[in-house]
């Protein structure tokens, strides 16, 4: 998906306000199409840091840092509708969304106490 529509992919993030306009060789490369922001910086920190900020700025959002995902939940035919997260807080949390023309839709967050329905 992102090399097939990687020039989407850009396009997209700078629209939004993150800048990608380093455009250089990664390891091994033949060309240079790794693109990143200016000056250098490591385009991992930049956009974990853009995403971030601008989830800090949405209404409703439950941002969860320094965690992990511990199991993806499925539906009947095996989509992904949520997720179990353990983090620094002290319990699992399960989020789960809904879709809406491919773009999930946070329905809700629940303190999972009993795992058990995540053992069969």
Not at 50 to 75: P, T
Request: charge should be positive; proline fraction near 4%; aromatic fraction near 8%.
């Amino acid at each position: 998906m992102l090399a097939n529509e990687s020039a989407a992919s850009i396009a997209w993030l700078k629209d939004r306000g993150a800048i990608l306009e380093n455009v250089a060789r990664g390891a091994g490369a033949s060309a240079p199409r790794m693109h990143g922001p200016k000056g250098g910086q490591a385009v991992g920190p930049y956009l974990s840091a853009f995403f971030r900020d601008q989830a800090e700025k949405m209404e409703g959002v439950d941002l969860r840092l320094n965690s992990r995902v511990v199991k993806l939940v499925q539906d009947e035919k095996g989509a992904v509708t949520g997720v179990l997260v353990e983090g620094k807080h002290p319990d699992f949390f399960m989020f789960w969304a809904e879709f809406s023309r491919r773009t999930p839709v946070l329905q809700g967050i629940r303190l999972m106490k009993d795992l058990s329905i995540f053992c069969r």
